[in-house]
């Protein structure tokens, strides 16, 4: 067990970025680690070895969201003044590179919810599509459409991006070119 | 697949993240090799993955809150149990990091609850031998909270609103921190200790300078209102009482003069606040 607990522990720092994506707010988002912490201590019998642990991790993670959004849902509608805020991941490196990224984090905070989450969670995290889907709860065919529409969504924001930036006329969408 | 000469937008993307095997794989490539346009697309994908691979990379560089590691630390630290809950043993675990008071609060609620002095709690959670073992477990976990902050709350005072909805959640009742100002004590926060068998609440009051005094609930089986008693060791107190589906234990510091009058107003206040909701005649 204690080898699991030192993977566990070697898996905080995507677990943190996983819930400042999920959170927005730094703290509330270590709260949120440390609540999937605690609850991935309590059933640590319940994980399969040979399985992905972060996988199993991020599944405890967005559970201990999704419970925390409910609540939050409800404090809302008794008192709503606590607008959502967006996501705050920033990009490092050099100016060229932080103008870049910044392009591309502008696109990906464009998109939709879905499209943000499953780009997380496949690209960005590198999990298995039928990891994804059982952190999502949708079917494997769900995440391979849902991934394809974002990665083509996140296409279309960076060159409407671009479009803007250079003020010159640009098209919305690629090219087919397959298919 | 390998076969076709032109691939759809999926198996694309399953070459893209090497969910394809060698075969296949190497058919894609092929293709790609003739359709630049197609293979300029992929490369599109590729740097957009990349890119995206680094939005939010201070935060895997950045140093893990100790707290956080402490949680797993101190897992490890544990003498292991067979499986499930763990068992009255983790009584007698160090709870170095608690704060003082709290640390003994919790102590004594261990203490009671699991049964050593456990005649009145008996009573109050006649639901099996097993619950005890479960909030020992419960508390417990509340020790990973109470040594991974600074201050042991959750929820602070200015996030009470948000608590009294967790707590409807966790309990099905409106359980809300009693106003203690006529004691003196102000309200610091409180937290649930979610557990596989059963939630504990705690509500935490200071009075400056002075004394404190927690508040802990759970749910019970027990038929309401029977159990009214009192149990004290070393330098705490502790008050115990049950409602129809919530047992309460108020603890605080022994020599504190106004302890018992506190806990009769806290009952007091919870016989009123949570009658409506027992009965179902919430006005």
Redesign the interface.
Request: charged share 25%.
């Given at each position: 067990?204690?080898d699991v607990?030192?993977r566990?522990?070697q898996e905080?720092?995507?677990l943190?970025?996983y819930a400042?994506?999920l959170r927005r707010e730094p703290d509330h988002a270590?709260?949120l680690?440390?609540?999937c912490?605690?609850?991935a201590?309590?059933?640590?019998?319940t994980w399969q070895p040979g399985t992905n642990l972060r996988a199993w991790l991020f599944v405890i993670l967005r559970n201990c969201h999704i419970?925390e959004i409910?609540?939050?849902q409800?404090?809302v509608s008794?008192?709503d003044d606590s607008p959502a805020s967006e996501p705050t991941?920033?990009?490092?490196?050099s100016q060229e590179t932080r103008v870049?990224?910044a392009e591309?984090?502008n696109a990906?905070l464009s998109l939709s919810e879905e499209h943000r989450e499953v780009?997380?969670l496949?690209?960005?995290e590198g999990l298995?599509?039928e990891e994804a889907s059982a952190i999502l709860e949708v079917p494997l065919g769900t995440v391979?459409?849902r991934?394809?529409r974002a990665?083509q969504a996140?296409?279309q924001a960076?060159e409407a991006g671009r479009g803007a930036m250079t003020g010159g006329p640009r098209r919305s969408a690629?090219?087919k070119?397959?298919? | 697949m390998a076969e076709r000469d032109v691939f759809t937008d999926e198996q694309i993307q399953d070459y893209i993240d090497g969910r394809l095997n060698e075969r296949d794989r190497a058919a894609v490539a092929a293709y790609l090799l003739a359709h630049p346009r197609v293979a300029a697309e992929v490369e599109a994908v590729r740097r957009q993955n990349e890119a995206l691979r680094a939005l939010g990379h201070e935060i895997l560089d950045a140093p893990v809150p100790e707290h956080l590691r402490r949680l797993l630390r101190d897992r490890a630290a544990r003498p292991r149990t067979e499986s499930g809950p763990r068992t009255r043993g983790a009584r007698s675990r160090p709870i170095r990091a608690l704060p003082s008071f709290l640390r003994a609060a919790a102590a004594i609620l261990v203490f009671c609850v699991g049964g050593a002095v456990g005649w009145f709690l008996h009573e109050a959670i006649r639901v099996g031998p097993s619950l005890a073992d479960m909030l020992l477990a419960d508390i417990d976990r509340a020790y990973a909270f109470y040594g991974a902050r600074d201050y042991p709350v959750a929820f602070p005072p200015e996030r009470a609103k948000e608590f009294v909805t967790w707590i409807d959640r966790a309990f099905e009742r409106d359980v809300r921190p009693p106003n203690l100002a006529a004691f003196g004590y102000r309200y610091r926060g409180g937290r649930v200790f979610p557990g596989a068998g059963a939630d504990i609440g705690l509500f935490h009051f200071a009075r400056p300078h002075d004394t404190e005094l927690a508040v802990f609930f759970w749910s019970t089986a027990a038929a309401p209102g029977i159990v009214r008693a009192l149990h004290a060791r070393d330098d705490i107190a502790a008050y115990f009482w049950t409602a129809d589906g919530l047992s309460f234990a108020v603890i605080g510091d022994r020599a504190n003069p106004d302890l018992a009058r506190t806990a009769a107003a806290i009952f007091a206040f919870y016989d009123q606040s949570l009658a409506p909701q027992l009965t179902g005649s919430r006005p």
């Amino acid at each position: 067990m204690d080898d699991v607990l030192q993977r566990i522990e070697q898996e905080i720092p995507r677990l943190r970025r996983y819930a400042r994506y999920l959170r927005r707010e730094p703290d509330h988002a270590d709260d949120l680690v440390q609540e999937c912490l605690s609850r991935a201590i309590a059933k640590i019998d319940t994980w399969q070895p040979g399985t992905n642990l972060r996988a199993w991790l991020f599944v405890i993670l967005r559970n201990c969201h999704i419970n925390e959004i409910r609540r939050e849902q409800r404090v809302v509608s008794l008192d709503d003044d606590s607008p959502a805020s967006e996501p705050t991941l920033t990009v490092p490196g050099s100016q060229e590179t932080r103008v870049a990224l910044a392009e591309v984090r502008n696109a990906y905070l464009s998109l939709s919810e879905e499209h943000r989450e499953v780009l997380l969670l496949v690209a960005i995290e590198g999990l298995q599509y039928e990891e994804a889907s059982a952190i999502l709860e949708v079917p494997l065919g769900t995440v391979r459409s849902r991934l394809s529409r974002a990665r083509q969504a996140l296409r279309q924001a960076l060159e409407a991006g671009r479009g803007a930036m250079t003020g010159g006329p640009r098209r919305s969408a690629t090219e087919k070119a397959h298919g | 697949m390998a076969e076709r000469d032109v691939f759809t937008d999926e198996q694309i993307q399953d070459y893209i993240d090497g969910r394809l095997n060698e075969r296949d794989r190497a058919a894609v490539a092929a293709y790609l090799l003739a359709h630049p346009r197609v293979a300029a697309e992929v490369e599109a994908v590729r740097r957009q993955n990349e890119a995206l691979r680094a939005l939010g990379h201070e935060i895997l560089d950045a140093p893990v809150p100790e707290h956080l590691r402490r949680l797993l630390r101190d897992r490890a630290a544990r003498p292991r149990t067979e499986s499930g809950p763990r068992t009255r043993g983790a009584r007698s675990r160090p709870i170095r990091a608690l704060p003082s008071f709290l640390r003994a609060a919790a102590a004594i609620l261990v203490f009671c609850v699991g049964g050593a002095v456990g005649w009145f709690l008996h009573e109050a959670i006649r639901v099996g031998p097993s619950l005890a073992d479960m909030l020992l477990a419960d508390i417990d976990r509340a020790y990973a909270f109470y040594g991974a902050r600074d201050y042991p709350v959750a929820f602070p005072p200015e996030r009470a609103k948000e608590f009294v909805t967790w707590i409807d959640r966790a309990f099905e009742r409106d359980v809300r921190p009693p106003n203690l100002a006529a004691f003196g004590y102000r309200y610091r926060g409180g937290r649930v200790f979610p557990g596989a068998g059963a939630d504990i609440g705690l509500f935490h009051f200071a009075r400056p300078h002075d004394t404190e005094l927690a508040v802990f609930f759970w749910s019970t089986a027990a038929a309401p209102g029977i159990v009214r008693a009192l149990h004290a060791r070393d330098d705490i107190a502790a008050y115990f009482w049950t409602a129809d589906g919530l047992s309460f234990a108020v603890i605080g510091d022994r020599a504190n003069p106004d302890l018992a009058r506190t806990a009769a107003a806290i009952f007091a206040f919870y016989d009123q606040s949570l009658a409506p909701q027992l009965t179902g005649s919430r006005p």
